[in-house]
């Protein structure tokens, strides 16, 4: 019985742990395979976000460190994009809407990466995919998460197409 009780009080600490006490949103992005995203997108049209990275990229850990753990850009991502992680040397064939991807030996990374940056590699890219399938819009190098807000509100407010980044900018109250 007295076990009982110090597991059940043990339980009961774990669940006031500073990892619990954010909800959801602290449990992190559920990063997806561009495959998984491609097989969402045919249920419900959402934008996809893309972290493309490599492993050796110290800002790219700085990154998933920093802005992907952040609370607010959580859920915000995870309502408004499906969020895919790709490493940019995969060597794997990546499949993109009935186009195949492969490594690119002269740049030692896949095509895919390429066609993502319009051939301006760097890392970490943020990518943006609009749901209507119009260009990838790249957005190179580290982004805090209050840099990462306006750029994500941007595309999920559907001020993408309609206003310029600049004048989305210039309104913008920021609130992470």
């Given at each position: 019985m007295q076990k009982l009780?110090?597991?059940s009080f043990s339980l009961w600490l774990c669940s006031f742990s500073p990892s619990n006490l954010n909800g959801n949103a602290k449990a992190g992005l559920t990063w997806l395979t561009l495959d998984e995203a491609?097989?969402?997108?045919?249920v419900e049209k959402k934008m996809v976000l893309i972290d493309l990275y490599t492993d050796?990229?110290?800002w790219c850990?700085?990154?998933d460190k920093n802005t992907y753990t952040n609370k607010e850009l959580i859920k915000y991502v995870n309502e408004?994009?499906?969020?895919v992680?790709?490493?940019a040397e995969t060597r794997q064939t990546l499949k993109w809407f009935d186009k195949d991807f492969n490594y690119d030996e002269s740049y030692k990374v896949n095509s895919y990466a390429l066609y993502l940056t319009r051939g301006q590699l760097a890392f970490p890219t943020t990518v943006i995919l609009p749901a209507d399938g119009t260009a990838p819009q790249a957005i190179p190098g580290y982004l805090k998460p209050g840099e990462m807000e306006i750029i994500l509100k941007?595309?999920?407010?559907?001020?993408?197409?309609?206003q310029?980044?600049?004048d989305f900018q210039n309104s913008f109250k920021a609130s992470w």
């Open positions: 009780l110090v597991l491609a097989a969402k997108m045919q050796w990229c110290g850990k700085v990154m408004h994009f499906y969020p992680k790709l490493n941007y595309f999920g407010e559907g001020a993408y197409g309609k310029a980044f600049q």
